[in-house]
């Protein structure tokens, strides 16, 4: 049974010659001590329950800020891993801009080196063929002189005679023409 408050303000005892029924005061002392007792239980029960939630409510507090904590660090490591990244990223394009260049330039180069060879290539091609012109016209010559030469001179049987490879004719007991004559 719960007793309040009030109950124990409207409570009225039997009365006797000699002042109140003693079993009735007790019994309601009785009661308010198991209500107290009960109080008493239940009063403990919630101040250890309200110690558990501050405890877990601490608990709590404290998993949050070292939530917290953690969120801060990662934002920074990631901020740091970004910043890295994009340090890497631009070391590695400029060192692929100068590898370009460089190849670039060793192709200009080598470009310039090839014009060289193929002009140097045409030059000697021309002084070889002026040169091989000049020897054809040079033997032309010598060829129109010996034909004169020939028409003139007196030795007009010289052109109908075998020349040494032909027909064996070198092994003749005649001789050679320089030697007949």
């Known amino acids: 049974m719960n007793i309040t408050p009030i109950d124990i303000q409207q409570q009225q005892f039997k009365t006797r010659p000699l002042g109140y029924d003693k079993a009735g005061v007790d019994r309601f002392l009785e009661l308010i001590a198991d209500e107290l007792e009960r109080l ?58 100068l590898r370009a260049e460089r190849i670039v330039r060793d192709a200009d180069e080598r470009r310039i080196q090839l014009i060289g060879e193929i002009q140097e290539i045409k030059r000697q091609k021309i002084s070889f063929e002026s040169s091989l012109r000049a020897l054809v016209e040079s033997h032309m010559r010598m060829l129109d002189l010996e034909v004169l030469q020939v028409e003139k001179g007196s030795d007009a049987n010289l052109l109908e005679e075998p020349l040494p490879f032909e027909d064996g004719s070198a092994d003749d007991d005649e001789g050679s023409p320089a030697e007949r004559e």
């Open 40 to 97: 008493h239980k239940e009063r403990q029960e919630l101040r250890e329950e309200l110690s558990r939630s501050r405890a877990a409510v601490e608990e709590m507090r404290e998993r949050e800020a070292t939530m917290k904590e953690t969120l801060v660090t990662t934002q920074k490591m990631t901020d740091e891993l970004k910043a890295n990244a994009r340090r890497e990223s631009e070391i590695i394009i400029a060192d692929a801009q």
